[in-house]
């Protein structure tokens, strides 16, 4: 899932690729560069982790996920922020 995003996020424009790290941060930052690599962006997109809560915008980023999956007045309130993409 991690690779798609990343993947989906470079032939967005992405330029960087922050993921907070967890137990597999190795295994997570393997993913993400075989996948940009795949598709030729390593060279255009910087790809890494950082400790958990070392960037507050990331924090942001999850309350938007959070509020759009509960669904209802939440998702409702959140709206404006988010452009659905399905992933392949």
């Known amino acids: 899932?991690?690779?798609a995003l990343g993947v989906h996020s470079a032939?967005?424009?992405a330029r960087r690729i922050l993921v907070e790290?967890?137990?597999q941060d190795?295994?997570?930052l393997a993913a993400l560069t075989g996948a940009l690599s795949h598709i030729g962006a390593p060279?255009?997109?910087?790809a890494?982790?950082?400790?958990?809560?070392?960037h507050e915008l990331l924090g942001?980023?999850?309350l938007i996920a959070y509020a759009y999956t509960a669904g209802g007045q939440l998702r409702h309130?959140?709206?404006s922020l988010v452009t659905a993409a399905r992933v392949p």
Not at 43 to 46: A, D, L
Not at 48 to 54: I, Q, Y
């Open 48 to 54: 890494m982790v950082d400790r958990r809560h070392a």
């Open 26 to 28: 190795k295994q997570d």
């Open 11 to 13: 032939e967005l424009g």
């Open 60 to 62: 942001a980023a999850d």
């Open 21 to 23: 790290s967890y137990a």
């Open 43 to 46: 060279t255009t997109v910087r």
């Open 77 to 79: 309130a959140i709206d």
């Open 1 to 3: 899932m991690l690779a």
